[in-house]
């Protein structure tokens, strides 16, 4: 376990808006750890309260260690257009939707790596702390996850300080509520094929104007699709669960299959 208080390389953080995330974070202000640099990806698909939350926990950065919370994107073409954008003008879906999660390694992953390897050359530093927020009940997914040797001679040793804490949700939840900080609620894109049925149709009753963009995604998709694949994956149209829409159709979403969390989904 690497002394992440003592250490002599720089501690960068992989911010993903969500409830690890943040309690990683206040971990570190709690133990006296200072990050030199925090990234934030931002896919344009976020929640409205993701990126209230970001802003809250930026200015909180600012505060307590002088640099806030840097977002990030990926371009395309030299301009940002997001995951979304990138689904309609191909007339596609997140890659979730056929099985894949090529969206959270584009999205989140790649354009972070970008901004941590250009910061490495501008503070002429070789070897980097790299901190991701999964928690003790997630250190499988760490498993997965390598040093990382880049060119130049560039090295990130990855760290998950909350695995290494030994805290669960319910520890993550218990520090946030101790800082007297909002509960960011789950970080993750409104269109994520990942999501619950039920979610689908929350997003109906609380975020109608994201369920929109999201539905318009899926039957544009249909035009190039050889099969009857929606967001929910082959044979799973939100419109058509959104059509489910009374209580017998509530009872019956959760207890229905659905995809494995993504890659990038954070609390």
């Known amino acids: 376990m690497i002394d992440l208080a003592n250490t002599t390389h720089p501690i960068t953080v992989a911010y993903g ?3 690890n995330s943040t309690a990683m974070l206040l971990g570190f202000r709690d133990r006296g750890i200072k990050p030199a640099l925090i990234t934030f990806a931002d896919t344009a698909g976020e929640f409205p309260h993701t990126y209230k939350h970001v ?3 930026s200015k909180r950065c600012q505060d307590w260690w002088g640099i806030g919370i840097e977002t990030v994107h990926k371009l395309y073409q030299g ?12 007339k596609t879906l997140p890659s ?3 099985g894949r999660k090529a969206c959270s390694m584009k999205y989140k992953v790649e354009p972070q790596t970008k901004r941590l390897k250009a910061w490495m050359d501008e503070q002429g530093v070789k070897t980097v702390i790299r901190c991701i927020g999964y928690d003790a009940g997630e250190g499988h997914r760490a498993l997965s ?7 130049k001679g560039r090295k990130a040793i990855h760290v998950f300080p909350l695995v290494d804490w030994e805290w669960m949700r319910a520890d993550c939840l ?5 800082h007297g900080i909002t509960s960011p609620g789950k970080s993750a894109c409104f269109y994520c ?3 619950k049925r039920s979610e689908v149709i929350n997003l109906k009753d609380y975020h109608p104007d994201l369920l929109e963009r999201a539905l318009r995604m899926e039957d544009q998709a249909q035009e190039t699709m050889r099969q009857n694949r929606g967001l929910g994956g082959e044979n799973n149209l939100w419109r058509d669960w959104v059509n489910m829409d009374d209580a017998q159709g509530r009872l019956l979403l959760d207890l229905e299959p659905h995809h494995p969390p993504c890659g990038c989904y954070d609390g």
């Not at 301009?79 to 191909?90: A, S, V």
């Not at 218990?174 to 101790?178: H, L, M, T």
């Open 17 to 19: 808006g969500g409830v």
């Open 55 to 57: 802003e809250e926990m």
């Open 79 to 90: 301009k940002f257009e997001g995951l979304e954008g990138d689904c309609l003008r191909k």
């Open 96 to 98: 979730l939707a056929f």
């Open 145 to 151: 996850i390598k040093e990382e040797d880049h060119k």
């Open 174 to 178: 218990a520090i946030i509520n101790k």
């Open 193 to 195: 094929p990942a999501s």
